[in-house]
T-cell receptor, first 115, second 112 residues
Framework: GENVEQHPSTLSVQEGDSAVIKCTYSDSASNYFPWYKQELGKRPQLIIDIRSNVGEKKDQRIAVTLNKTAKHFSLHITETQPEDSAVYFCAASPGGSNTGNQFYFGTGTSLTVIP | KAGVTQTPRYLIKTRGQQVTLSCSPISGHRSVSWYQQTPGQGLQFLFEYFSETQRNKGNFPGRFSGRQFSNSRSEMNVSTLELGDSALYLC???????????FGQGTRLTVV
């Protein structure tokens, strides 16, 4: 089955700096890669996603890049703010739309933005 | 539009008992998937239901089961509870596979 590895497990940055979280996956059939943010005691919430036919996607201060050949994808947060502090999870989903939602998650990155 | 609703929010059960958790998806969503979240193992996929059929299953023992009703609401059941089953159980709903999944608040299960 799919195996997703995520690094680093913890990350501290100064407010205004950039943060980068990296994930690798093992199943070349995976074609949908969402990123979730989970604040303490709250549900995971999707912040950005990318499909395998796209190399990069950006939404304001957040961007995701995907390298299918190397099987890795990264989350980039620019101009970090204290409210960005949370645990971030990457995930990979194998198969097409008829195979269902079956996300394999990384182990999470605890991001702390220091004011 | 109401979000994904999970009940109950908290449960305390004794080892050996069984438990049923409920998940009501967003209206119009037909896919419901379940995940177990623990500090040590992170988020692990349990199973996914679509139109009352289990479409995918993760690597969990047969004590973990689920079902989906015609209104897309889903339940998961854990029989013969073990201490290691203590976790946050999250469900997520989506319109279709490989699309954005919306998570519920989760059910915190404690087995004593």
């Amino acid at each position: 089955g799919e195996n997703v590895e995520q690094h680093p497990s913890t990350l501290s940055v100064q407010e205004g700096d950039s943060a980068v979280i990296k994930c690798t996956y093992s199943d070349s059939a995976s074609n949908y890669f969402p990123w979730y943010k989970q604040e303490l005691g709250k549900r995971p919430q999707l912040i950005i996603d990318i499909r395998s036919n796209v190399g990069e996607k950006k939404d304001q201060r957040i961007a995701v890049t995907l390298n299918k050949t190397a099987k890795h994808f990264s989350l980039h947060i620019t101009e970090t703010q204290p409210e960005d502090s949370a645990v971030y999870f990457c995930a990979a989903s194998p198969g097409g739309s008829n195979t269902g939602n079956q996300f394999y998650f990384g182990t999470g990155t605890s991001l702390t933005v220091i004011p | 539009k109401a979000g994904v609703t999970q009940t109950p929010r908290y449960l305390i059960k004794t080892r050996g008992q069984q438990v049923t958790l409920s998940c009501s998806p967003i209206s119009g969503h037909r896919s419901v998937s379940w995940y177990q979240q623990t500090p040590g193992q992170g988020l692990q996929f349990l199973f996914e239901y679509f139109s009352e059929t289990q479409r995918n299953k993760g690597n969990f023992p047969g004590r973990f089961s689920g079902r989906q009703f015609s209104n897309s609401r889903s339940e998961m059941n854990v029989s013969t509870l073990e201490l290691g089953d203590s976790a946050l159980y999250l469900c997520a709903s989506s319109v279709e596979g490989n699309t954005e999944a919306f998570f519920g608040q989760g059910t915190r299960l404690t087995v004593v």
